[in-house]
């Protein structure tokens, strides 16, 4: 379960109040990308997201979507940059509840599974369509980022790129117990 922040920007053109919410669905087309964690994150394509908005009840909306972009990293072995394509489908359920009613955030809950839809609570019958984004593109991106699964990084001694480039320093290493036996030999 996630639970949005308060302190939301007047004049927010993604905030949909819950009333203009059919229950037949609304459908919503975002190029808009005020809402993009820029700080946290270096995108380098545009916002192109298509979301659908359904009012089950007076207190709850179901939200299914999908979310194109692009974002840009340092791989941590070689430190190349590398662009990750985004192409995120979400299915988020929006809960209003008055904040006497809102249950405490569970400590050390456990993760929800692929097919369980994440739950938002709100504190006020509406949803600001940029936290919803933003939150999804965070949890989705890996914590972890390599620009290939097999990425050989630099060799620690000389710095090259071993993607590219090989290097002779693993022979020449006087620590390791082969260098050790050679140098035996020689003697
Ligand atoms: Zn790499
Ligand atoms: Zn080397």
New binding site residues.
């Given amino acids: 379960m996630l639970f949005l922040g308060h302190g939301r920007r007047a004049a927010n053109p993604l905030k949909v109040q819950f009333a203009e919410i059919s229950d037949t669905g609304n459908h919503y087309e975002i190029t808009e990308d005020s809402w993009f964690p820029d700080k946290e994150i270096r995108r380098c394509a545009p916002i192109r997201a298509h979301l659908q908005l359904v009012r089950e009840n007076d207190s709850t909306v179901t939200l299914e979507g999908r979310l194109q972009t692009g974002v840009r990293f340092v791989c941590d072995r070689c430190l190349t940059t590398y662009d990750l394509p985004v192409d995120l489908r979400m299915r988020v359920i929006l809960e209003y509840a008055e904040e006497s009613l809102l249950p405490l955030p569970e400590t050390g809950g456990t993760a929800a599974g692929p097919e369980t839809p994440d739950t938002v609570m709100l504190d006020e019958p509406a949803v600001d369509l940029g936290d919803i984004l933003r939150q999804q593109v965070l949890l989705s991106l890996p914590l972890k980022h390599l620009c290939r699964q097999d990425c050989r990084g630099l060799?620690p001694?000389?710095?090259?790129d071993l993607n590219v480039q090989t290097?002779?320093?693993l022979d020449q290493d006087d620590s390791s117990p082969f260098a050790v036996l050679k140098k035996l030999k020689k003697s």
């Fill in positions: 060799c001694r000389c710095g090259v290097c002779n320093c």
